[in-house]
């Protein structure tokens, strides 16, 4: 598939809102025994538990910035906006919930949701240094033209992780570090990309 049209009706067809994406993970954890299988999928299963609340804390905390509602609201014509993820994402949960506040701003933002994994072929059209990584925003005009792509993270984030991964550190430690980092933040960098895309 390499027509942005044909993905845009794809996505406005088969792609699910937030709230639905976060009644599936609801539905999901209150089924966990039952999914639990091996330690990998354990693992993926207490990701998703945490990144349930880290998601709950900032749909109850955020609020927009006068500037980003600002350009927001400038937004005159429908627009799509893509969001490639998973529930046992870690930066998914730190980052989609503020874009999702932000999309709420304007009735012409269309805010849908598809899962990684099962439309492979789809996130290949936007890999990360030739990899996978999630989330991926990507904003589509009516016609299906493409008007910016965001993530995995933000620029000041995957300066950090690339920083800690050369200086030795594990995948445990620097995600620690990562996620009191956005703590820190509280979308405020999020927010400052996402003026830059809209300018």
Same mark, same amino acid.
């Given at each position: ?5 044909? +993905?845009? $009706?794809? *996505?406005?067809?088969?792609? &699910?809102?937030?709230? /639905?994406?976060?009644?599936?993970? =609801?539905?999901? @954890? ?74 709420? +701003?304007? $009735?012409? *933002?269309?805010?849908?949701? &598809?899962?990684?994994? /099962?439309?492979?072929?789809?996130? =290949?059209?936007? @890999? ?72």
């Amino acid at each position: 598939m390499n027509n942005s049209i044909e +993905l845009l $009706k794809r *996505i406005k067809l088969s792609g &699910i809102s937030f709230g /639905e994406f976060i009644k599936n993970t =609801d539905l999901k @954890l209150s089924n966990i025994d039952l999914l639990r299988k091996n330690d990998f999928e354990n693992k993926l299963l207490e990701y998703t538990k945490l990144n349930q609340k880290r998601t709950e804390r900032i749909l109850k905390t955020y609020k927009p910035n006068d500037e980003i509602i600002k350009a927001i609201s400038k937004i005159d014509k429908k627009q799509t906006w893509l969001i490639i993820t998973e529930d046992w994402c870690g930066d998914s949960a730190q980052n989609v919930p503020y874009i999702f506040q932000m999309t709420k +701003l304007n $009735k012409n *933002i269309d805010f849908k949701i &598809i899962y990684r994994d /099962e439309n492979l072929d789809v996130i =290949d059209q936007y @890999l990360t240094n030739g990899g996978r990584a999630i989330p991926k925003i990507i904003g589509f005009d009516e016609e299906g033209n493409e008007v910016f792509q965001w993530g995995p993270r933000p620029e000041t984030a995957k300066l950090l992780v690339k920083e800690w991964k050369e200086s030795g550190l594990a995948y445990s430690e620097f995600s620690e570090k990562l996620h009191l980092w956005y703590g820190k933040d509280r979308g405020k960098t999020v927010e400052a990309e996402f003026l830059a895309l809209l300018k």
